[in-house]
């Protein structure tokens, strides 16, 4: 019998997450009656006492509408994991039975873990040794296989899109060659999806390895038949054939996660500035895709998957997450959930359509 549910936002954070917590909170209470509790900063407020807090029906009122997470949010707190100093050595210590052991002193019945890839692998380990959690999908980078779509990454790629119509215009008045780096991780769903809205002349991304003689040749072409400017649109993990990516942090760090990407943006438009002779600037558009209002799609969807997380607890399948499959809320194991990366097909349709209307990814 459920009396008391509690809610976590865990990794990056996205447009949405405020949505899901809003929907969770309303319909827990109303629905069912509990109590909802809301653990500050991933899975580290089950590490303090003081990470927890009542939340009711007031403290979700207004939003709906906002970005980031009224809980708080980090990409560093795996319990499996947890940094500790020891001497001046930071070492990493299993914290996993403790953070169970407050969750059952709190009285807590269920854990709602809202979060991407690296937030549902704890929470499908943390199901494993018997904490009663469902997870729910968050990520701009749309990259977890068992769902259609995550929540935010509509919101990260309008605002890629209406960066890519604002590069057009300062492109056009300067007769430049314009490089826009996006955010994905090892995914290309970002750039693929802004820079087909966008109309980019040229995009990369990690699941094709680009050439860049082919791009130079592209953008020579557009530039002999009368074009000016040019707009391409780099996902951050993408590479050249034969080369890797482009790191900021290539493993462990203190101030984020073990891999950090970084750099493309850089080198694609002093490669490209090189072979086209045209000047060229890139912009890295960082942490705005994770910033803001969600879109009408976002709101709506994390609204849907807050809903179905707490039918979840109230049906006690422990061990799920929700999902988005064709129209429908859904729900997966977590094992199922964190088995496979959605990736850009290299064949797919919406490739296809890219280049059908003339834009290269460099093959
Ligand atoms: O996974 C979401 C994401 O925004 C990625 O697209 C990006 O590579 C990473 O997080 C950035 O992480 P941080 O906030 O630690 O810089």
Redesign the pocket.
């Given at each position: 019998m459920i009396d008391s549910i509690a809610i976590s936002t865990g990794?990056?954070?996205?447009p949405g997450l405020n949505a899901v917590i809003r929907a969770i909170v309303r319909s827990a209470i109303k629905e069912y009656g509990w109590e909802v509790y809301g653990i500050e900063t991933g899975f580290d407020g089950l590490l303090e006492t003081s990470g927890v807090r009542r939340l009711e029906s007031k403290d979700v009122r207004g939003i709906l509408q906002e970005g980031g997470t009224i809980l708080g949010t980090t990409?560093r707190g795996n319990p499996f994991e947890y940094p500790a100093k020891v001497g001046s050595k930071i070492v990493k210590e299993d914290r996993s039975d403790e953070l169970i052991a407050n969750f059952k002193s709190l009285g807590l019945d269920a854990l709602i873990a809202i979060g991407?890839d690296g937030t549902l692998c704890i929470a499908h380990e943390l199901f494993k040794k018997g904490l009663p959690v469902v997870g729910v999908p968050k990520?701009?980078?749309n990259?977890l296989a068992a769902t259609d779509v995550t929540f935010g990454f509509d919101t990260a790629v309008a605002t890629a899109t209406d960066a890519l119509d604002k590069l057009h215009t300062t492109a056009e008045s300067h007769h430049r060659l314009m490089v826009l780096e996006v955010?994905?991780?090892n995914a290309g769903w970002?750039a693929l999806h802004s820079g087909v809205a966008g109309g980019a002349d040229a995009i990369v991304i990690p699941e094709i390895p680009f050439e860049l003689e082919i791009i130079c040749d592209h953008l020579i072409a557009r530039k002999r038949r009368g074009s000016r400017f040019s707009i391409v649109v780099a996902a951050?993990?993408a590479y050249p054939k034969g080369g890797e990516p482009f790191y900021m942090q290539k493993s462990g760090g203190k101030?984020?996660?073990a891999?950090?990407?970084?750099g493309i943006g850089m080198w694609l438009a002093r490669q490209l500035g090189l072979c086209t002779g045209m000047e060229a600037r890139a912009v890295v558009l960082?942490?705005l895709?994770?910033g803001g209002s969600p879109t009408t799609f976002d709101r709506f969807l994390s609204t849907r998957f807050g809903v179905g997380a707490v039918e979840l607890v109230a049906k006690e399948k422990f061990g799920e997450m929700v999902c988005f499959k064709g129209r429908r809320v859904e729900s997966v194991s977590l094992e199922e959930a964190t088995a496979n990366q959605n990736l850009v097909d290299p064949e797919g349709e919406i490739v296809r359509v890219a280049e059908k209307l003339g834009v290269t990814f460099g093959r």
């Amino acid at each position: 019998m459920i009396d008391s549910i509690a809610i976590s936002t865990g990794g990056g954070d996205a447009p949405g997450l405020n949505a899901v917590i809003r929907a969770i909170v309303r319909s827990a209470i109303k629905e069912y009656g509990w109590e909802v509790y809301g653990i500050e900063t991933g899975f580290d407020g089950l590490l303090e006492t003081s990470g927890v807090r009542r939340l009711e029906s007031k403290d979700v009122r207004g939003i709906l509408q906002e970005g980031g997470t009224i809980l708080g949010t980090t990409n560093r707190g795996n319990p499996f994991e947890y940094p500790a100093k020891v001497g001046s050595k930071i070492v990493k210590e299993d914290r996993s039975d403790e953070l169970i052991a407050n969750f059952k002193s709190l009285g807590l019945d269920a854990l709602i873990a809202i979060g991407g890839d690296g937030t549902l692998c704890i929470a499908h380990e943390l199901f494993k040794k018997g904490l009663p959690v469902v997870g729910v999908p968050k990520t701009i980078d749309n990259d977890l296989a068992a769902t259609d779509v995550t929540f935010g990454f509509d919101t990260a790629v309008a605002t890629a899109t209406d960066a890519l119509d604002k590069l057009h215009t300062t492109a056009e008045s300067h007769h430049r060659l314009m490089v826009l780096e996006v955010m994905g991780r090892n995914a290309g769903w970002i750039a693929l999806h802004s820079g087909v809205a966008g109309g980019a002349d040229a995009i990369v991304i990690p699941e094709i390895p680009f050439e860049l003689e082919i791009i130079c040749d592209h953008l020579i072409a557009r530039k002999r038949r009368g074009s000016r400017f040019s707009i391409v649109v780099a996902a951050e993990g993408a590479y050249p054939k034969g080369g890797e990516p482009f790191y900021m942090q290539k493993s462990g760090g203190k101030d984020g996660p073990a891999v950090r990407f970084g750099g493309i943006g850089m080198w694609l438009a002093r490669q490209l500035g090189l072979c086209t002779g045209m000047e060229a600037r890139a912009v890295v558009l960082g942490h705005l895709q994770r910033g803001g209002s969600p879109t009408t799609f976002d709101r709506f969807l994390s609204t849907r998957f807050g809903v179905g997380a707490v039918e979840l607890v109230a049906k006690e399948k422990f061990g799920e997450m929700v999902c988005f499959k064709g129209r429908r809320v859904e729900s997966v194991s977590l094992e199922e959930a964190t088995a496979n990366q959605n990736l850009v097909d290299p064949e797919g349709e919406i490739v296809r359509v890219a280049e059908k209307l003339g834009v290269t990814f460099g093959r």
